[in-house]
Nanobody, 127 residues
Framework: QVQLVESGGGLAQAGGSLRLSCAAS????????MGWFRQAPGKERDFVAA???????????YYAESVKGRFIISRDNAKNMMYLQMNSLKPEDTAVYYC?????????????????WGQGTQVTVSS
């Protein structure tokens, strides 16, 4: 059974940092693009960042404009893990963050493309 499990969410002050982790089990995602999405109350689940397959030194990274320069996505294929380092947090970053794997159904920017999802982790940023 394939599982993605997020951790590392919590409460942070504006300007602070959090690091999210996504642990994969049941299959390897080393050759797949993986992504982070977030969903705020009453809003759709939006793309945050993605990282292409391969090791962390050669993978390509992609970011939503709203997080570019503040968030860093990375992966450790040996551990079957993906991370999202979130710096300079803003109250508008408050959302449930989801990791996703295997965007075989379309563009990795689209939430509809991914075959696997985690259960989400809450990130709350206070002003």
């Amino acid at each position: 059974q394939v599982q993605l499990v997020e951790s590392g969410g919590g409460l942070a002050q504006a300007g602070g940092s959090l690091r999210l982790s996504c642990a994969a089990s049941g299959r390897t995602f080393s050759t797949d693009t993986m992504g982070w999405f977030r969903q705020a109350p009453g809003k759709e689940r939006d793309f945050v960042a993605a990282i292409s397959g391969g090791d962390d030194r050669t993978s390509l990274t992609y970011y939503a404009e709203s997080v570019k320069g503040r968030f860093i996505i990375s992966r450790d294929n040996a551990k079957n893990m993906m991370y999202l380092q979130m710096n300079s947090l803003k109250p508008e970053d408050t959302a449930v963050y989801y990791c996703a794997g295997d965007p075989s159904r379309g563009s990795f920017y689209s939430r509809n493309a991914y075959a696997y999802w985690g259960q989400g982790t809450q990130v709350t940023v206070s002003s």
